[in-house]
């Protein structure tokens, strides 16, 4: 495996059930991203992980967890979500070093299409 | 805070034909600017990237942007579009330094690219 990769790649649940979305990132990488795709909407970043620290929490719901093992692995826990969290929840990883360049040059997987019933 | 505006939502183009692709931004000071080109069921991939020099910036698969500080833009041109470009494309800004420690990239709503034969 290259780049960065996520499962499921599609997933549909009810609002009662927990699942997880997963993401592996194999570039060495030691920044990690969650973000949301709404159709219409400007791409929301949710959750910055750098060195397996949260350093960021965009105001996202508790309904969202987060959860970074290593610099590898993101996870998303998500449980009694509402219809309106039906969305792409795309991974991402970065260089999480002081130069600006490494940070922002984000390299993205194909996202896990959610869709809540 | 820093936005983004990419004025339009979707742009039909002929293949062989050139390609000009809008992005304005609001910024307090010089940002770092991006584009990402986004392939049905894919992730985002980072185009090219903008942080100083030269204001003409060479990227992937044939693209260009033009950093234009007096029109807060950075438009996204190819000379001739090939069928494979039918794609999204995303502008995205990110605080330049002294900002650091807030690292976050703004994107865009995006602009859909369909290419006709």
């Known amino acids: 495996e290259t780049g960065v990769t996520q499962t499921p790649r599609h997933l549909v649940m009810g609002m009662t059930n927990k699942k997880s979305l997963k993401c592996e990132q194999h570039?060495?990488?030691?920044?990690m991203y969650w973000y949301k795709q709404s159709a219409k909407k400007p791409l929301e970043l949710m959750f910055v992980?750098?060195?397996?620290?949260?350093?960021e929490n965009n105001s996202v719901p508790s309904r969202f967890s987060p959860e970074c093992p290593n610099s590898s692995h993101l996870f998303l826990h998500l449980h009694t979500l509402q219809p309106e969290d039906s969305a792409l929840y795309l991974c991402?990883?970065?260089?999480?070093?002081?130069?600006?360049?490494?940070?922002?040059?984000?390299?993205f997987g194909p996202g896990t299409r959610l869709t809540v019933t | 805070a820093q936005s983004v505006t990419q004025p339009d939502i979707h742009i039909t183009v002929s293949e062989g034909a050139s390609l000009e692709l809008r992005c304005n931004y609001s910024?307090?000071?010089?940002?770092?600017l991006f584009w990402y080109v986004q392939s049905p069921g894919q992730g985002l991939q980072l185009l090219l990237k903008?942080?100083?020099?030269?204001?003409l910036v060479q990227g992937i698969k044939g693209f260009e942007a033009e950093f234009k500080r007096s029109q807060s833009s950075f438009n996204l041109r190819k000379p001739s579009v090939h069928w494979s470009d039918a794609a999204e494309y995303f502008c995205?800004?990110?605080?330049?330094?002294?900002?650091?420690?807030?690292?976050?990239?703004?994107f865009g709503t995006g602009t859909r690219l369909t290419i006709i034969p």
């Open positions: 991402a990883s970065s260089q999480g070093t002081l130069l600006a360049a490494e940070r922002y040059e984000q390299y």
């Open positions: 570039l060495g990488h030691n920044a």
């Open positions: 992980y750098n060195f397996k620290e949260q350093t």
């Open positions: 910024y307090g000071a010089t940002p770092y």
């Open positions: 903008y942080f100083s020099g030269d204001t």
């Open positions: 995205a800004v990110g605080p330049s330094p002294p900002n650091f420690g807030n690292e976050k990239l703004t």
